[in-house]
C-alpha cells in the first residue's frame, strides 16, 4: 500500500476544516456561552429601575386626602404646569370661551379637573377639553362645608394625577379668562408664593366665627385667626399639600353651623384663608387673582355680567383694576408687598346668555397676544 504525500494530506486538511468550523459554532459548549453571554446582557439591563405603577386615586375622602398628602412632594416634576379646579352644579354655560382659551395653549402646561355635583343634570355633558376631567364627586350646598370639602377633593386629585402640577386655580362655572393663556402661565408659574385673599377685621367676622356656636372654634382656632376671603384663589403646590394634609384645623370647619346662624355661614370663603394665615402668612399673596364686582349684592351674589354688558371696554376695565391686598402676616414690614400690583387674570360673574358676545371678540381681543410693553404695564 501506497503511503499519502505531504502534499495530499494537506489538501485533506483544507476539505475537512469547514466542517469543523460549523461543528463548533453549533456545539452545545458554544451554544451555552453564546446563551450565557445573552443572560449576563438581559440582567445587567433588568437592574435599570423600573418607573413606579400609576397611583390607584380612592374615592373616598377618608383615603383620598392622606394618599395626597403622602404620596406627593412640594416641588414639581419636570415641566411646571397650572391645574384649572373647576367646581360647579351646571353643564359649564362657557365652556366654548375656555375651549378656545385651551386650544391656543400648550397641551403639556395646564392639566383640567372637574367636580361636578352629581344630583344636577349635565345636559348637554362635558365634552372638548373637559371630557373625562369629571373627578368623582359629591353634592354641594350652600352654607355647609360642603364647597371647601370639594375644593380639597380637586386638589387631592390633582397632586395624585400629576406630579408637574404646580399652581392650582379654583374656578367656578361664570368664571372667564380675561388673559391669553400664555400671560396667565408666566405670570402664574413665575410665582413662589399663592395667590388668596385675607382679610381680617371684616364686618361679621364674629358672626361667622361663631356660626357653629360660640366656643366651637376654640382652642384651634381663636377670633384673632379667623380670615375671611374670596372662595376663588391660585395655591402653589406646597400649599395644596398643605390643605390635603391638614385635619387638626378642618375639623373645626368641618362642622355644620347652627340654624339659626347659617347666614353667617361660608366655610369656603373662611377655611383656606384661616389655614395659611395660621400655617404660612408669608407664603401668600393675600389678594385673590379672580375679579368680581360686589358694587352690586343680591341675596349674597356678586353682580352678573349680561350679554349687554360685554365688550372690549369691559375686559380692559377689568384688566386694569387692581387686587385688594389684605393681612400678609406681617405687619406692614414688608414693603415689596405694598408695591406689587399683581393683575387679575379671571373674572365672574359671567351669565350664560353673554357667550356669544364672549366669543365674538375673544380671537381678536381678549386672547390676543399682548405685546411686550402691554405685559410689563400689567405686571
Not at 147 to 159: D, K
Not at 254 to 261: F, G
Amino acid at each position: 500500500m501506497l503511503s499519502p504525500s505531504p502534499l495530499s494530506l494537506f489538501c485533506a486538511l483544507l476539505l475537512c476544516l469547514p466542517f469543523a468550523i460549523i461543528f463548533t459554532i453549533n456545539s452545545p459548549a458554544a451554544t451555552t456561552a453564546k446563551t450565557t453571554t445573552r443572560a449576563a446582557g438581559e440582567t445587567l439591563l433588568s437592574r435599570k429601575p423600573k418607573p413606579p405603577p400609576p397611583i390607584r386615586i380612592p374615592k373616598d375622602d377618608e383615603s383620598l386626602l392622606p394618599l395626597a398628602a403622602a404620596r406627593t412632594k412640594n416641588t414639581p416634576t419636570g415641566t411646571k404646569k397650572v391645574a384649572f379646579l373647576f367646581l360647579t352644579t351646571t353643564p359649564l354655560p362657557l365652556a366654548p370661551l375656555w375651549q378656545l382659551y385651551f386650544n391656543r395653549s400648550n397641551t403639556n402646561l395646564y392639566n383640567i379637573y372637574v367636580h361636578a355635583d352629581p344630583t344636577f343634570k349635565y345636559d348637554p355633558p362635558f365634552s372638548g377639553v373637559f371630557s373625562r376631567r369629571v373627578i368623582p364627586s359629591k353634592p354641594t350646598l350652600r352654607f355647609t362645608p360642603t364647597l371647601s370639602s370639594a375644593a380639597r377633593r380637586l386638589l387631592a386629585h390633582a397632586l395624585l394625577h400629576d406630579p408637574g402640577n404646580y399652581m392650582f386655580a379654583l374656578l367656578s362655572p361664570s368664571c372667564i379668562p380675561i388673559h391669553p393663556f400664555d400671560f396667565t402661565y408666566r405670570t402664574l408659574v413665575n410665582s413662589e408664593k399663592s395667590f388668596i385673599e385675607v382679610l381680617k377685621d371684616e364686618p361679621g367676622q364674629y358672626d361667622r366665627w361663631a356660626a357653629r356656636g360660640d366656643n366651637a372654634m376654640l382652642p384651634e382656632v381663636k377670633l384673632e385667626d379667623f380670615r375671611i376671603g374670596s372662595q376663588f384663589w391660585v395655591l402653589t403646590r406646597k400649599h395644596a399639600r398643605l390643605v390635603v394634609s391638614d385635619r387638626r384645623i378642618w375639623d373645626k370647619f368641618d362642622k355644620p353651623c347652627e340654624y339659626e346662624r347659617r347666614g353667617s355661614c361660608y366655610p369656603e370663603e373662611n377655611y383656606f384663608p384661616t389655614l395659611l394665615h395660621m400655617r404660612d402668612p408669608r407664603g401668600c399673596v393675600p389678594a385673590t387673582l379672580t375679579h368680581v364686582d360686589w358694587s352690586v349684592n343680591i341675596d349674597g351674589h356678586p353682580r352678573e355680567y349680561q350679554e349687554s354688558d360685554v365688550g372690549p371696554e369691559l375686559i380692559m376695565r377689568l384688566r386694569n383694576t387692581r387686587p385688594w391686598y389684605g393681612d400678609d402676616g406681617t405687619n406692614g414690614s414688608d414693603s415689596t408687598l405694598r408695591e406689587r400690583h399683581h393683575p387679575f387674570l379671571f373674572a365672574r360673574k359671567f351669565s350664560r346668555g353673554s357667550i356669544q358676545r364672549l366669543l365674538s371678540i375673544a380671537n381678536d381681543f381678549i386672547f390676543k397676544d399682548q405685546d411686550e410693553g402691554s405685559r410689563m404695564a400689567l405686571l
